[in-house]
């Protein structure tokens, strides 16, 4: 046999082959790009080049049987023209519609992304805000992603004459365990997913959760994290959160309870209290930190040794216990001057 018999021969194997080699490189770039998010990037192209050397060898290995005709049977011009226009053009037409509701899916997230990223009430809120809608995004169209192009696959698969039975039953029983044995971790999911959702709790806000109170320093889709104020970190998964209290959302309040003796007259200590509030609000270093006027609540506890007043004055969020220490200064350097004694 000539050269030119020869490479007529092997044309078509090495046509495939180039045609094989082409995909799979493209199928690399794809998936580089799809994991860039969660994966280093020298990791992860070595560990794609690795994966594509290994299916590049046998399938490269399988078109040099058929190209050979060794065993199998020769590969030629109508056999691959039959198989292009039946399997082959049905196997582009199911990866084609696997990435039209990819985009479909992209399209509709974003649409969703602009809808749950609602005007905030500060910029700095509207930033955190989108930048954890944009988190929750991604991982929408991660795992839509995964879903259609797995699927589109098992029917590639299908195509191919293969027995995918035995795929789906591992699949299936893997999903069971993993259901059984990712309880905690589904349940932190979705838990952080509504933390997300709702806006309730932001970083930077001061919450109590189950007891514990500090400065959030980060909220995931899995955990929480809580700087304590000695600077101790409190990690919660999000699942296990039971109740919360967020003491920096929209506005606060500073509260201060003076107890003062029962023999005082009411009215004047009451006057003081008020007038102790309306110079700090009137103060134009704390302007920026008040809300709203001083407000005495009235008597709030009565006892044989002491009479117990309230005074609350609403602030901005983070600036109630400025506010109250220096109310606390102002009312104790009042009553010392007024020689009124507390309780």
């Given at each position: 046999?000539?050269?030119?018999?020869?490479?007529?021969?092997w044309l078509p194997a090495l046509l495939t082959a180039a045609l094989v080699l082409a995909a799979l490189g493209a199928g690399q770039w794809a998936l580089a790009r799809w994991l860039r998010p969660w994966a280093s990037g020298r990791a992860l192209a070595a560990l794609l080049r690795r994966t594509l050397?290994?299916?590049?060898?046998?399938?490269?290995?399988?078109?040099?049987l058929r190209g050979s005709g060794l065993g199998v049977p020769r590969l030629t011009w109508p056999l691959l023209a039959g198989w292009?226009?039946?399997?082959?053009?049905?196997?582009?037409?199911?990866?084609?519609?696997?990435?039209?509701?990819?985009?479909?899916?992209?399209?509709?997230?974003?649409h969703l992304q602009q809808a749950l990223a609602a005007p905030a009430a500060a910029p700095h809120d509207a930033a955190e805000r989108r930048k954890r809608i944009d988190t929750l995004g991604r991982l929408l169209r991660g795992l839509a992603t995964l879903v259609l192009f797995g699927i589109a696959t098992l029917m590639a698969l299908r195509e191919l004459h293969m027995d995918i039975t035995p795929i789906l039953t591992g699949a299936g029983v893997a999903g069971v365990a993993l259901g059984?044995?990712?309880?905690?971790?589904?349940?932190d999911l979705i838990?952080?997913?509504?933390?997300?959702?709702?806006?309730?709790?932001?970083v930077g806000d001061i919450i109590t959760i189950n007891g514990k109170t500090g400065l959030v320093e980060s909220l995931r889709?899995?955990?929480?994290?809580?700087?304590?104020?000695?600077?101790?970190?409190?990690?919660?998964?999000?699942?296990?959160i039971s109740e919360y209290a967020n003491l920096t959302k929209d506005f606060a309040y500073a509260?201060?309870?003076?107890?003062?003796?029962?023999?005082?007259?009411?009215?004047?200590?009451?006057?003081?209290?008020?007038?102790?509030?309306?110079?700090?609000v009137r103060d134009p270093a704390f302007a920026a930190k008040i809300l709203a006027p001083a407000e005495i609540l009235g008597v709030e506890s009565l006892g044989p040794t002491s009479v117990g007043l309230r005074l609350r004055i609403r602030t901005a969020p983070m600036e109630q216990w400025a506010v109250d220490r220096e109310l606390r200064r102002r009312v104790q350097e009042q009553f010392a001057a007024a020689k009124i004694a507390l309780a």
């Open positions: 046999m000539g050269v030119e018999a020869q490479f007529a021969h050397r290994a299916v590049a060898v046998l399938l490269l290995a399988l078109l040099a292009l226009l039946g399997p082959g053009l049905r196997i582009l037409f199911i990866f084609l519609g696997a990435f039209l509701l990819a985009r479909a899916a992209d399209f509709f997230i974003a059984f044995g990712a309880q905690t971790l589904v349940k838990a952080g997913v509504f933390l997300i959702l709702e806006n309730q709790i932001r889709l899995r955990i929480l994290v809580l700087r304590g104020a000695d600077g101790a970190v409190y990690i919660f998964h999000n699942g296990a509260v201060l309870d003076v107890g003062v003796a029962p023999q005082q007259d009411l009215g004047r200590v009451t006057a003081l209290l008020q007038a102790v509030g309306d110079s700090l």
